[in-house]
């Protein structure tokens, strides 16, 4: 069976839940037994998030395969289980880059190089791409942005090209916000009427509209879509705010989406979805006899996106252990010494974030400080690890001024130092050490314990590493390395045997999180958080 496309675009207002979505069409197909996978069109010119400012852009995502990229793919990989790749996030960046390439080599000799066909040429290429492998039956395309944006429009030309070429092959969807007027008490049309008309204006019919609104939909509001966005009555289909995302696949089941687009597609719906994980995890996560307080310590807190897999693997832990967590967000440039019994008293567990630079690192180093002599379990995740090997160092020790080179180049104790691979890197995009490395785990300690096995492979985004020259003395004062690369040495995993529960990782276990395999390392911090 050659493989189908289904495009997901946004129109009205951004960040309406495009990526949800489809994660959640890509679950339900799924669980019909088809195979299926996303990817994520970003129309910004930066050639992956890598470089961009929490604040900017959120999470960064990475993949297995050491791909920087959009926090929609967690939500992809966290929806279906199946891991996603520097083919699944495209962004303007990168496709300007390669036409470029291209012209330098002389691939376009003679040729004027031009958006259209050249750009929408390479756009076109990299959404088959994941088609041409012959290992899916269904690809989804989110298309980042809102209709009508200026660097959104040759990604829509691309798909107007494509939907021609494809014929039956493939779907459109488009995310609109029905608006609430509450001075009206009425549902409002007119923003999806006009998102649509923009739509068509640029050549391309939605197959499907997806609306999204606080209030549900009557029909007869249905019926009025349906008639002026040219889309039949049946595929207007409403997404109405819920509690938690993971109840969105649910819904979009009960409107039938699944089935309407296997229908346009022309593909046999066989069985009725397998949903019992699923509505299993959704009983779990509703219906808990326990609660617990995580201080998340960061410095990007005031937006919680830029942690997005953290706060979903606590969600999932949350789930398995019967327990609902209760994140208390603590800026770490606001906590000190003398704030930090009144912040931090009544946590159960603390989590110190990952995170680059300076800014807010004696906040850490404080709640890091505080854990440890408090006995309250804690996990440190990158930078959060590395911070806690300097808070060790200093108080436990006693080397003043220890630190890591990142912070402080002439520190007399350079406990965290830079990679020696990372010595000759000058340019700051995609040179870090990314992806997916084997770690050895130490039998007997927390992690070992966690993982229930000797040999894992977790996922990377950092310079700079433990100081394997100090690596006896901290464990002769209570510090042991519990997990290493067995390639290279490098110190993976750090604990503190007599405390309660004290584990350290410069991977990030986050990223692996999933409704269906929740990560071992959150469901072992949040059970000794309980304890």
Not at 170 to 193: N, R
Request: proline share 4%; net charge negative.
């Amino acid at each position: 069976m050659s493989t189908k496309y289904v495009f997901v675009t946004g129109g009205v207002a951004s960040s309406l839940g495009k990526g949800i979505i489809a994660s959640s069409l890509a679950k339900l197909l799924q669980a019909r037994g088809y195979k299926v996978t996303n990817q994520k069109l970003d129309p910004y010119i930066n050639i992956d998030p890598g470089t961009l400012n929490p604040y900017e852009h959120g999470e960064c995502y990475v993949t297995d395969d050491g791909a920087e990229t959009d926090l929609d793919l967690g939500h992809y990989e966290r929806f279906t289980g199946i891991p996603t790749s520097q083919a699944n996030n495209i962004t303007t960046g990168r496709i300007y880059q390669n036409v470029i390439n291209k012209e330098r080599r002389g691939d376009y000799l003679g040729k004027t190089v031009q958006i259209v066909p050249h750009i929408t040429d390479e756009i076109k290429r990299n959404i088959k791409l994941l088609g041409a492998k012959g290992e899916y039956d269904v690809v989804i395309t989110e298309i980042g942005g809102t209709v009508g944006d200026i660097e959104s429009l040759p990604f829509i030309e691309a798909v107007r090209q494509l939907r021609w070429e494809l014929g039956e092959k493939s779907v459109l969807i488009h995310l609109t916000l029905v608006p609430y007027l509450s001075a009206t008490g009425e549902l409002k049309t007119k923003p999806t009427q006009h998102s649509v008309k923009t739509l068509q204006e640029e050549g391309v019919q939605p197959d499907i509209i997806v609306l999204r609104t606080e209030h549900p939909l009557n029909n007869d509001l249905r019926k009025k879509v349906a008639l002026f966005c040219n889309v039949k009555p049946e595929a207007v289909i409403q997404s109405v705010d819920v509690s938690t995302i993971y109840e969105v696949p649910i819904k979009m089941r009960e409107e039938k989406l699944d089935e309407i687009v296997l229908e346009q597609l022309g593909l046999p719906l066989n069985s009725e979805p397998d949903l019992e994980d699923w509505t299993k995890f959704l009983y779990k996560l509703k219906n808990y006899t326990k609660e617990v307080r995580i201080g998340l310590v960061g410095k990007y807190v005031e937006l919680h996106d830029a942690y997005k897999s953290i706060v979903e693997a606590f969600i999932h832990a949350g789930a398995v252990n019967d327990c609902k967590v209760n994140i208390e967000w603590i800026h770490s440039e606001t906590l000190n010494e003398e704030n930090a019994e009144a912040k931090l008293k009544n946590l159960h567990g603390i989590l110190v974030a990952p995170g680059f630079g300076h800014r807010g690192i004696n906040g850490k180093l404080v709640a890091i400080k505080y854990a440890r002599t408090h006995n309250i379990p804690f996990l440190g995740i990158c930078l959060g690890m590395q911070m806690a090997v300097i808070e060790f160092a200093r108080d436990v020790l006693h080397l003043e001024g220890a630190d890591s080179t990142e912070m402080s180049a002439k520190t007399p104790y350079p406990v965290i130092d830079l990679m020696a691979s990372q010595m000759d890197v000058t340019e700051k995009g995609g040179t870090m050490r990314l992806g997916a490395y084997n770690c050895e785990l130490k039998e007997g300690s927390k992690a070992y314990e966690a993982y229930g096995q000797k040999y894992i492979r977790e996922r990377h985004r950092h310079r700079y590493e433990f100081n394997s020259q100090y690596r006896e003395a901290f464990e002769k004062a209570g510090m042991v390395t519990t997990g290493i690369n067995p390639e290279t040495g490098l110190t993976e995993i750090i604990e503190i045997p007599a405390h309660k529960w004290f584990v350290g990782v410069q991977f990030h276990p986050e990223y692996r999180s999933t409704v269906t395999k929740p990560h071992p390392l959150f469901i072992a911090f949040i059970k000794a958080c309980l304890s």
